[in-house]
């Protein structure tokens, strides 16, 4: 599937032309949502669409797991998000002919996502059989304050007709449904169980709406879903089945007449409490919406959102395509979290069900290091979450004979859910990327880490590895049969990310329980166990090809067999063309791995590793990820390669936007929307937030002019402003005076007296890096 065509502007993200074939991408990069509800980005009319979907964050169903071969502690049930009932359709009828825009041909048709409003709008204009020219206008949004609300006024006006226009508006609520298309398996016991995923409960039916409540009947979930319109210039009846809430609006319009619907949908759901209780807090949420009003919604709306621009707007002279792209990431990541409660953040978020709506590492890897700088109070969250999963992480590791506490793989409630043990279980880094998260949300906001559970995640992990770990007769430490990041090297020795997460882990764990020591002590931490924690990490062993002067990404890798990219151009992905027997021990990298470490363990190495190790691994990564572009933009700019890294960046950034990676149209790669962020500001702009004081390295690519960013550090908030003149930083918010190091030097900033430095020119000791034949970056 392809992308639409959208206009380039810095507040819009605009397709001027609805072209019914790229509904599938559109609908995802125009989902809304707020972390707790999601709608795609569908036609109001439901046909044509891509895949219809209304998301509540947490709501899952059980499915069993199937294995050719029996296997001790591989997981026996998969998770799938659902797609819950969906409040968004408002079919129209116009003198009995129904508005499908793959027949009538519209005389206009064009919806623009506007990144100020918080809104989908949409026009359609049309003719009808009968003559009547009619232009239908629908705005949407999902409230960024009252969590549990939708709500889209749809208006219908008579533009020129013979006679009066019979307009008629069946508006929906349709129960849940599954869509198989985004669970990856294919058992049929998988289908049996989410074709039916849901128990009718309760069906209630009011002069203007009603409500729906459907129980999971695996997981046990209660949803309720509570709708309500407002209807100026119709007629209005309801009517209510097992599973559907219709309410009609029929009007004759004269030219010029409309009719006007505001409908607005309210959500709850619960593994405990009763139909009653989920039924009373949608129609509560639907209740205040109706009090605020259409108008007050809107307010509120761009009252958020003035807030989030702000605290977090991203600005860049001489590129507008980046511009746009770069504010819709920081819109999407907002939107993904802001009103998420006691749930994860899926890959996809709330914006399609590709990877069955699960949550992986580069959540905690991508999007929380980037909510913690600038939504901090949303990171926290959702480490709370992840904290309150430690039980379960707990009987995991028991499962698979270790110590403390492993986290999954991929998982909604905690549990683990990965079938496929090469690239899940093995994959221990998740551990200390989850620690990572916590230990950054501290330093960032200063902020006690056991205010989020935090405490127990870095012991209980550092448990984990030292029952991994092994130290051979040397006294090396070493972790054998890990994955790392790439996963076209799977189950090796030594995968120098892992070993350096461990060790960071291992000493983050001993620093924090030498800080809280009584807290420790509840959770049977002595000094005899941390010692030991920081004796593995001093020995923790990192492989090195003295011959060729790099780090081989695991034990022996810079020894396997070269790659034969030349001959491989159109054999991307290369997992879809190549069996795993052939890449596995292949010099060919899926996604930045080795590279990785240089950014998030940059304290172990030096200048003149950085640069040979990025142009070793640049030449054999070929970005089959999502998540590659934005490291490698990273460390190409660390490595003082700024337009490599602008190169890097623009992919990242228009990922979902231009479908680079082909399956957009399964929901936006969250991951790789906070990675766009992170690569502008931790790439571009140098920051780096890992030690006592914020520090920042600008680059200016040579193609633009001037970019500015904002975080928060420590409760105040910085803007960040780049210029060929130099670097200004001004303090917006909270006291100073705050100390920031721009390329090495302190620079005191305070809310009267801005701090300024020289843009310093890039000093490569390499050559600029190049990469695989064919892979150069896409966009």
Known sequence: MTAPELDVDPWLVREPHVDPDTVGVAESIFTLANGYVGIRGTFDEVEPSGMRGTYLSGVYEIHPLSYPEGGYGHPEEGQAMLTVADGSPLRLLVDGIVLDVREVRPEAHERS?????GTLDRRVRWTAQSGATVEVTSRRLVSLVERSVCAVRYEVRVLDAPSAAHVLVRSELAAGEVTPAGVENDDPRVAADLDRAFDPRAQIGTANGGTLVERTRQSGITIAATVAHEVDGGRVGTDVDEQHVVTTVAADLGPGESVTIVKVIGYSWSHDAGSDSVVGEASAAVSSALDLGWEGLLARQRAALDELWATADVEVDGDPELQQALRYAVFQLFCSAACISDAPVGAKGLTGIGYSGHTFWDVEGFVLPALTLLRPDAAARLLRWRAATLDLARERARTLGLEGASFPWRTISGRETSAYWPASTAAMHVNADISRAFWLHQNVTGEDLESLGGLAVLVETARLWMSIGHEDAAGGWHLFGMTGPDEYTGVVDDNVFTNLMARRNLRWAAEECRRSEARASELGVDHAETAAWRAAADAVHVPWDEGLRVHPANANFTSYREWRFEDQRDSYPVQEHQHYATFYRRQVLKQADLVQALWWCRDDFTDEEVARDLDYYEARTVRDSSLSAAVQSVVCAQAQHPDLALRHLRECALVDLRDVQGDTSGGLHLAAVAGAWLAFVAGLGGLRED????????????????TAYHVTWRGRVLRVE????????????????????VDGAPLSVTADAPGRAPLRAPTPLLDEPRQPAGREPRA
Request: hydrophobic share 35%; aromatic share 0%; glycine share 8%.
């Open 722 to 741: 780049t210029t060929r003149e130099g670097t200004t930083v001004t303090l917006l918010r909270g006291e100073g005076p705050v100390t920031v190091l």
């Open 691 to 706: 030690h006592e004081e914020l520090e920042i390295a600008p680059l200016l690519p040579s193609s633009l002019t001037r």
């Open 113 to 117: 996502l506007d990144l100020r409003a």
